[in-house]
C-alpha cells in the first residue's frame, strides 16, 4: 500500500475521555498534515510537521490537542479530555516538500464521534 | 487574506450532461497554487489537479478540463458528459506565498442522476 493510512477509521469514545489518531503517510514524503473537517464543511488546517519537527499549529487548536511525529515517519494525533464540539472527521495528508509546493494526499480518514 | 469561494453549494444534472464547478480565490501573493480534490461518499480527498500561479495554460484530462482565468481570479472545473462516478463534492484549495497549508472552499456537491 502506497498511500496514506489511518488508524482507526472509525472511533466513538466518551465525553472527557482521551483519543490518539495514527497517520502513516506516503514513505518518501516529508510534510504531514493534520485536518478536520464537519459535515458540510471543507477541511480545516489543524497543524504540519516538516520531518520531525511541528511547524505550525492552527490558533484553532486548544490545549487539548497536541501532535508528534517522532521520526519524521508516523504522526500521532491526541485529543485530551473529548468534547462533543471535537466530533469530526480527523484528515491526514501528506506531500514532498521542496522550492515547490507539490499536492497533498489525504489518508481516509478518522471519524470521531463523541458521545 | 486568503479566501477561496465556492458558490455552487449543490448542482444535479442528468447523465451525459457537461457541468462547470465554479471557483474563486482570493490572494494578494503573487506565487500560489491552486487544486481541485474530489470526495466521493466514502470520505478520502482525492487529489484531481494542481496549477501554479505562472502557468495559466487550461488543462484537460480525458472529461476533466479546468479554465485558469487570473484576471478574474478563477480556476473553473468543467466535466464533460458527466457520468453517476462523478457524483462528489469537488473542492477547490489555495496555498499561497510562504503558507503551507491549504485555504479550501466550502465544496460543491454533484448530484448526476442517471
Known amino acids: 500500500d502506497t498511500g496514506v493510512s489511518q488508524d482507526p477509521r472509525h472511533k466513538i469514545t466518551k465525553r472527557g475521555q482521551n483519543v490518539t489518531f495514527r497517520c502513516d503517510p506516503i514513505?518518501?514524503?516529508?510534510?504531514l498534515y493534520w485536518y478536520r473537517q464537519t459535515l458540510g464543511q471543507g477541511p480545516e488546517f489543524l497543524t504540519y510537521f516538516q520531518n520531525e519537527a511541528q511547524l505550525e499549529k492552527s490558533r484553532l487548536l486548544s490545549d487539548r490537542f497536541s501532535a508528534e511525529r517522532p521520526k519524521g515517519s508516523f504522526s500521532t494525533l491526541e485529543i485530551q479530555r473529548t468534547e462533543q464540539g471535537d466530533s469530526a472527521m480527523y484528515l491526514c495528508?501528506?506531500?514532498?516538500?521542496?522550492?515547490?509546493?507539490?499536492?497533498?494526499?489525504f489518508g481516509q480518514g478518522t471519524r470521531l464521534t463523541v458521545v | 487574506a486568503q479566501k477561496v469561494t465556492q458558490a455552487q453549494t449543490e448542482i444535479s444534472v442528468v447523465e451525459k450532461e457537461d457541468v462547470t464547478l465554479d471557483c474563486v480565490y482570493e490572494?494578494?501573493?503573487?506565487?500560489?497554487?491552486l487544486f481541485w480534490y474530489k470526495q466521493p461518499p466514502s470520505g478520502e480527498l482525492v487529489f484531481l489537479i494542481r496549477r501554479n500561479s505562472f502557468d495559466e495554460q487550461n488543462e484537460i484530462s480525458g472529461r476533466y478540463s479546468w479554465n485558469f482565468q487570473k484576471s478574474t481570479s478563477s480556476f473553473n472545473f468543467t466535466i464533460t458528459a458527466s457520468q453517476v462516478v462523478d457524483s462528489a463534492v469537488y473542492f477547490c484549495?489555495?496555498?499561497?506565498?510562504?503558507?503551507?497549508?491549504?485555504?479550501w472552499g466550502l465544496g460543491t456537491s454533484l448530484a448526476v442522476n442517471p
Open positions: 514513505s518518501e514524503h516529508n510534510r
Open positions: 484549495a489555495l496555498m499561497a506565498g510562504n503558507n503551507r497549508k491549504l485555504i
Open positions: 495528508a501528506s506531500s514532498l516538500g521542496g522550492t515547490f509546493n507539490t499536492e497533498a494526499f
Open positions: 490572494t494578494r501573493d503573487t506565487t500560489y497554487y
